[in-house]
């Protein structure tokens, strides 16, 4: 009786040596964490790299169309994993999780975005948002002095009543050739449930076609195209005209050509890639 006994305390021991060890690793492997490269590279048709001023694109509706400016901000990066677990990057905090994707300061067509600390995982999917949120906007200046200096500094902001440029597009278009200049602002334009006005900020959600997998060792990178042949030849047809040329807000019912923009900038976007090295 005394042999089984001791038998059992040594067993139950020996279990919980082993469960205690399981937990410390449990706690270390979910204290890990790693780095995660974003790669945004603009182009026509899944051609990369537009050179600003230089390549030309026709429209569905044949226009001819080329950029001088092409500026974008993205915010509120969320990654998910295996599991459907979310992990949010610095959310509605512009600050330390929002980004000027320029054309300007591409580099071989690529604009870079280093996140770090994200938790150790293998992540499936990413999701981000196309401009600021209200949430993140009506924090107030005090909530996000660092990013609004610096997106003013970028010519992305108008005052601080208005808010937020989050999508600037301007260049030239034309029939034959690309000679009429054009300049698209879309942003909301303040509080938008006090104003009336319509809310463009979009959240974009994108399967990754590899697993990224982020640890202490291995930082991921993700190569994200961004298609602007959308601009006026996604879902809404557009054309630029002399009434839309040198438009800039929010739109309205009215007049949405804003709002169309934006929506078919919101399906511009596709993960090409991803890196695990």
């Not at 998910?80 to 677990?85: A, N, Q």
């Not at 938790?119 to 002095?145: D, E, T, V």
């Not at 108008?158 to 440029?165: K, L």
Request: aromatic share 10%.
């Amino acid at each position: 009786m005394k042999s089984n006994r001791f038998l059992h305390i040594l067993f139950l021991a020996i279990t919980l040596t082993f469960l205690s060890c399981r937990s410390q690793e449990d706690d270390a492997q979910a204290n890990t964490t790693g780095n995660l490269q974003l790669k945004f590279e603009n182009g026509f048709n899944n051609l990369g790299n537009i050179v600003l001023s230089q390549t030309t694109q026709t429209s569905f509706s044949g226009q001819k169309h080329q950029f001088s400016t092409l500026k974008y901000i993205i915010s509120n990066i969320v990654l998910m994993d295996d599991s459907g677990k979310e992990f949010q990057y610095h959310y509605n905090d512009p600050d330390h999780g929002a980004f000027i994707i320029s054309q300007n300061e591409a580099k071989g067509g690529i604009v870079y975005l280093d996140l770090k600390e994200i938790p150790a995982g293998n992540y499936r999917k990413i999701r981000f948002g196309l401009g600021i949120s209200q949430s993140a906007y009506l924090l107030g200046q005090n909530g996000q002095g660092v990013f609004w200096e610096k997106a003013k500094q970028e010519g992305m902001t108008w005052s601080w009543a208005a808010g937020y440029i989050f999508t600037k597009l301007e260049g030239k278009y034309g029939s034959a050739t690309a000679d009429t200049e054009f300049m698209n602002h879309c942003g909301n334009m303040g509080n938008t449930a006090a104003n009336g006005t319509p809310d463009l900020y979009r959240e974009i959600t994108l399967s990754l076609p590899t697993t990224a997998r982020i640890s202490e060792t291995v930082t991921p990178s993700v190569h994200i195209t961004a298609d602007l042949n959308q601009f006026l030849s996604g879902s809404h047809h557009l054309i630029l005209n002399s009434s839309n040329q040198m438009a800039m807000g929010s739109g309205s019912a009215t007049d949405p050509h804003l709002i169309q923009v934006t929506d078919n900038l919101t399906a511009m976007f596709k993960v090409d890639h991803v890196h695990n090295d």
